[in-house]
Nanobody, 115 residues
């Protein structure tokens, strides 16, 4: 049974930074795509960033230049460094791991950016 556990969320002022972590436990295929998605109140869940096992990254336009996704395959952990945070970044952030025949989600961590 694979579990993804997020940490690092919290309350921060506009312009501040947070670093999210996602630790995967259990047997997981490291050839997976790991990503961070977010869901703001009243809105659909949307992609923030993804990273392949080889380190190739992809970002939503809204976070490009401010967020950096990375992963440590040896630790089965993914990270999201968020800088220059804005109130519109306020959301629950979910970690995702997916590959051929599987997709896992974490329970989410709240990020709140005050103006």
């Amino acid at each position: 049974q694979v579990q993804l556990v997020e940490s690092g969320g919290g309350l921060v002022q506009t312009g501040g930074s947070l670093r999210l972590s996602c630790a995967a436990s259990g047997t997981i295929d490291n050839r997976n795509l790991m990503g961070w998605y977010r869901q703001a109140p009243g809105k659909q869940r949307e992609l923030a960033a993804t990273v392949t096992s080889g380190g190739r990254t992809n970002y939503a336009d809204s976070v490009k230049g401010r967020f950096t996704i990375s992963r440590d395959n040896a630790k089965n952990t993914a990270y999201l460094q968020m800088n220059s945070l804005k109130p519109e970044d306020t959301a629950v952030y979910y970690c995702n791991s997916q590959g051929i025949g599987f997709a896992y989600w974490g329970q989410g961590t709240q990020v709140t950016v005050s103006s």
